[in-house]
């Protein structure tokens, strides 16, 4: 039962960079609107906004500013300079934010994951606040640094995101704790197509390799197609990529190698039946490999969260991780591809089956219908 006499008003802050927050959210959002719950959608960038909106999401566009970290730290200066001459349409965005929610509806309840146009907007209208991310562990966790890379770029941004939350919900796919009453750990939130994906194994290994600024994928196509063609004449290799790097990759195909556009459906279905996967580091993938019990080879971007959930994987012994395709590190990885495999599966089976969106949609639930912070003054 809900303490709300009416169904809950909700708004969530999606952060627009890369799919991993936008597939995450929009899970979330259905579930919550399966529900009965009004859910209205705040991201950046176009292509997001459609997204949502082509799911039958409300969704608009905030305003995400540039906060690049030098030597693992955010500099002042560096964020004037990069955002200078963004700052007043930025703001303009903000303001305009505000109105359409004053005039179609102030929500009951804002989340957010990563980004800082919602929380400025619950501290304006007086409104909880929650998180529900995997980036917070850098913020909440004393984790240590891995090589060259430590977490307070992370913590810097959620810091000025997010001064303060009402309550987190932070997504992991290894086991953590923290003594703070205010968080609480979850199993990541998979889309029910992965978990209902008819899961087989089958002499196909798939990849996938995205774009981070300057490091694209072809290094990684390239030297991992190259290793296939030469040393692993009994697996066929289909490497994903996005549409606009795949003219350059196809290259490297041959009659085993396939270098396939990226499709969602599509690539789950091949993650599905692949006996093992290839990829950056990014949290979303590497969780749904899991769920589907697939170990991984990760190859990390530059920052400090791929290279922290590349180390914890081989680690935990659920895949391998290597700065770069290596030929002895992968064909390692491949000739313990079913010991890993079994070590994955035990992996879910015990910490990842648990779907999160019931904790989420029930933390909700029970906030108390009086739960409300004193109006910023300009709302007053």
């Given at each position: ?27 979330i ?8 719950h ?32 030098r ?51 619950a ?53 953590l ?59 066929a ?26 499709d ?53 012994e ?42 989420i ?20």
């Open positions: 039962m809900f303490e709300y006499p009416r169904p809950l008003s909700v708004v969530i802050g999606v952060n627009g960079i890369g799919m991993g927050h936008s597939v995450r959210q929009s899970v959002a259905q579930y919550l609107r399966d529900r009965g009004l859910v209205r959608i705040v991201t950046n960038g176009s292509a997001r906004v459609e997204y949502f909106r082509d799911l039958g999401f409300p969704a608009w566009d905030g305003w995400m500013p540039t906060l690049l970290a030597g693992d730290r955010l500099h002042a200066g560096d964020a004037v300079r990069a955002n200078v001459w963004q700052t007043p349409a930025g703001a303009a965005k903000h303001l305009r934010l505000r109105r359409i929610l004053r005039d179609t509806g102030v929500p009951d309840v804002f989340i957010t994951d990563y980004e800082p146009n919602t929380p400025r907007l501290y304006h209208f007086g409104k909880p606040l929650i998180s529900v991310d995997q980036q917070s562990k850098y913020r909440h966790l004393d984790l240590p640094p891995v090589g060259r890379y430590a977490r307070t770029a992370d913590e810097q941004r959620l810091r000025y995101f997010a001064p303060h939350v009402d309550r987190s919900f932070i997504c992991s796919f290894v086991p704790k923290a003594d703070d009453q205010k968080l609480e750990f979850i199993a990541p939130v998979v889309p029910d197509v992965v978990r209902s994906a008819r899961v087989s194994t089958e002499p196909l290994a798939t990849a996938y390799f995205s774009r981070y600024f300057d490091h694209g994928p072809e290094e990684s196509v390239r030297a991992l197609a190259e290793i296939f063609r030469k040393h692993v004449p009994d697996r290799l289909r490497i994903y990529a996005q549409a606009s790097e795949t003219r350059d990759l196809r290259q490297y195909a041959d009659e085993r190698i396939e270098i396939c556009t990226f969602r459906e599509a690539f789950i279905a091949d993650m599905a039946r692949s006996e093992v996967v290839f990829s950056n580091a990014g949290f979303n993938l590497i969780s749904e490999a899991f769920v589907l019990g697939k170990p991984v080879h990760l190859i990390p971007l530059p920052t400090y969260d791929q290279h922290w959930c590349a180390k914890v994987v081989h680690e935990a659920l895949g391998t991780a290597s700065p770069h395709i290596i030929p002895g590190a992968v064909l390692d990885f491949l000739s313990r591809s079913r010991e890993l495999h079994n070590n994955v599966v035990r992996h879910r089976d015990q910490h990842l089956l648990a779907d999160p969106r019931e904790r949609a029930s933390c909700l639930e029970t906030l108390p219908a009086t739960s409300q912070r004193p109006l910023a003054p300009s709302a007053r």
